[in-house]
T-cell receptor, first 111, second 111 residues
Framework: SQQGEEDPQALSIQEGENATMNCSYKTSINNLQWYRQNSGRGLVHLIL?????REKHSGRLRVTLDTSKKSSSLLITASRAADTASYFC???????????FGPGTRLSVLP | DAGVIQSPRHEVTEMGQEVTLRCKPI?????LFWYRQTMMRGLELLIYFNNNVPIDDSGMPEDRFSAKMPNASFSTLKIQPSEPRDSAVYFC?????????FGQGTRLTVV
């Protein structure tokens, strides 16, 4: 079964708005990562948050992690059309070296 | 660094034929992963290597799939014989533990 489950499956917003995506997972983890995938391309790493961290920022990205609820959120502020992509969370299931990816959230930012 | 390099980018083959996908990881990375992405099943881990040794191949769908890593700079994923249900995008990724660096993928179509 999927370790990470993103929510919503699809999100459509206007340019300039904020986009929030959520991820839930099942097992204990060392860290959780978010990736972006543009259509027809490979995944690109965005940000990593460790299990002892609660919040992390990178540019317009803000990631939170709640290990008690086994959930994370990715916030993209002041969205741009170029942010249109699929976003995946990935967790190191049971502290493993391989990462389990969720099904992703398809974000569409309309100009 | 050129990143993870996969070849070919596109492959169209007839059912029953052998298909070989190739991957050159980033120099210095000691983990290599093969993933398959489809609309129905999302991103699935097929197999991963550490220091050229296969660690977990539980994701390999069946005996028709095999993967090798003869040295630190090269890996192959072979499907023999190929079937239409193998049609997908196959990604290779490498890491030093943690963040994955993905290749651009090979889009395989089996007709």
């Amino acid at each position: 079964s999927q370790q990470g489950e993103e929510d919503p499956q699809a999100l459509s917003i206007q340019e300039g708005e904020n986009a929030t995506m959520n991820c839930s997972y099942k097992t204990s983890i060392n860290n959780l990562q978010w990736y972006r995938q543009n259509s027809g391309r490979g995944l690109v790493h965005l940000i990593l948050i460790r299990s002892n961290e609660r919040e992390k920022h990178s540019g317009r990205l803000r990631v939170t992690l709640d290990t008690s609820k086994k959930s994370s959120s990715l916030l993209i502020t002041a969205s741009r059309a170029a942010d249109t992509a699929s976003y995946f969370c990935a967790t190191d299931e049971n502290y493993g070296q391989n990462f389990v990816f969720g099904p992703g959230t398809r974000l569409s930012v309309l100009p | 660094d050129a990143g993870v390099i996969q070849s070919p980018r596109h492959e169209v083959t007839e059912m029953g034929q052998e298909v070989t996908l190739r991957c050159k990881p980033i120099s210095g990375h000691d983990y290599l992963f093969w993933y398959r992405q489809t609309m129905m099943r999302g991103l699935e881990l097929l197999i991963y290597f550490n220091n050229n040794v296969p660690i977990d191949d539980s994701g390999m769908p069946e005996d028709r799939f095999s993967a090798k890593m003869p040295n630190a700079s090269f890996s192959t994923l072979k499907i023999q014989p190929s079937e239409p249900r193998d049609s997908a995008v196959y990604f290779c990724a490498s890491s030093r533990g943690g963040q994955h660096f993905f290749g651009q993928g090979t889009r395989l179509t089996v007709v």
